[in-house]
T-cell receptor, first 111, second 116 residues
Framework: QKEVEQDPGPLSVPEGAIVSLNCTYSNSAFQYFMWYRQYSRKGPELLMYTYSSGNKEDGRFTAQVDKSSKYISLFIRDSQPSDSATYLCAMSVGGYNKLIFGAGTRLAVHP | GAVVSQHPSRVICKSGTSVKIECRSLDFQATTMFWYRQFPKKSLMLMATSNEGSKATYEQGVEKDKFLINHASLTLSTLTVTSAHPEDSSFYIC????????????FGQGTRLTVV
C-alpha cells in the first residue's frame, strides 16, 4: 500500500465549477499537509499548508484535513481556466522535511 | 516567494556519460536542499537531503555513488548522474529552504533528463 494515494485524473470541469481534490494516507504520524500546484514543465508551487486537523481557507481555495479518516481535501471555488494544472498533495511528519507526495491530479478547467 | 533556479531545464546525453544538474537559490541562502525524482504519472520521490557543508543524506534505495550530490555553498547544490543509463531518464527537481524545518522549501523548475 502506498503511503499517499491520489487519483491521477484527469478531471475536466467547466469554468465556475467547484472542484474537489482528495488524498488518502496510511501513516498516522503525518502532521503537516500541503497542496502544491504544478504547471507543465514547471516545479511545484505551494498553495496551502495545514498543520494537524481542520480547515484552512485562502481566497478561492479551502484545504481540509480529517486525521481520523486519514483524508485530506482541496476545494477550488469558481474555478478558472488558469487553474488548469496538476495538483499534488504532500505530507510529512516534520514540516518541509521528507515530504511524501501523492501522484498528482491533472485538472482541466474549460471555458 | 523565493526563487530557485535549476539548470539545465532539459538535457539529452549518451548512455555511459555523466550529467550535472545545478540548483541555485537566487535571493536567499539555502541551508538545506532536497533532490526529487518524478516519473511520468507518478509521485515526486525524495532522493536525498543535503545541508550546506555536509554530506548528503540519501533515501533508502538511492545509490549514492550513482547520484552524487554536492552542496558546497549556501546558494548552490549540484546533482551529478554518473554513468547514466536509459533507466535514469526522468524529471529531476530540487527544492531549497532557508532556516528551520517549518520554513517553506521552494522548488526549481525541474530538469528533464533523457539518456539515449
Amino acid at each position: 500500500q502506498k503511503e499517499v494515494e491520489q487519483d491521477p485524473g484527469p478531471l475536466s470541469v467547466p469554468e465556475g465549477a467547484i472542484v474537489s481534490l482528495n488524498c488518502t494516507y496510511s501513516n498516522s504520524a503525518f502532521q503537516y499537509f500541503m497542496w502544491y500546484r504544478q504547471y507543465s514543465r514547471k516545479g511545484p508551487e505551494l498553495l496551502m499548508y495545514t498543520y494537524s486537523s481542520g480547515n484552512k481557507e485562502d481566497g478561492r481555495f479551502t484545504a481540509q484535513v480529517d486525521k481520523s479518516s486519514k483524508y485530506i481535501s482541496l476545494f477550488i471555488r469558481d474555478s478558472q481556466p488558469s487553474d488548469s494544472a496538476t495538483y499534488l498533495c504532500a505530507m510529512s511528519v516534520g514540516g518541509y522535511n521528507k515530504l511524501i507526495f501523492g501522484a498528482g491530479t491533472r485538472l482541466a478547467v474549460h471555458p | 516567494g523565493a526563487v530557485v533556479s535549476q539548470h539545465p531545464s532539459r538535457v539529452i546525453c549518451k548512455s555511459g556519460t555523466s550529467v550535472k544538474i545545478e540548483c541555485r537559490s537566487l535571493d536567499f541562502q539555502a541551508t538545506t536542499m532536497f533532490w526529487y525524482r518524478q516519473f511520468p504519472k507518478k509521485s515526486l520521490m525524495l532522493m536525498a537531503t543535503s545541508n550546506e557543508g555536509s554530506k548528503a543524506t540519501y533515501e533508502q534505495g538511492v545509490e549514492k555513488d550513482k547520484f552524487l550530490i554536492n552542496h558546497a555553498s549556501l546558494t548552490l547544490s549540484t546533482l551529478t548522474v554518473t554513468s547514466a543509463h536509459p533507466e535514469d531518464s526522468s524529471f529531476y527537481i530540487c527544492s531549497a529552504r532557508a532556516g528551520r524545518t517549518n520554513t517553506e522549501a521552494f522548488f526549481g523548475q525541474g530538469t528533464r533528463l533523457t539518456v539515449v
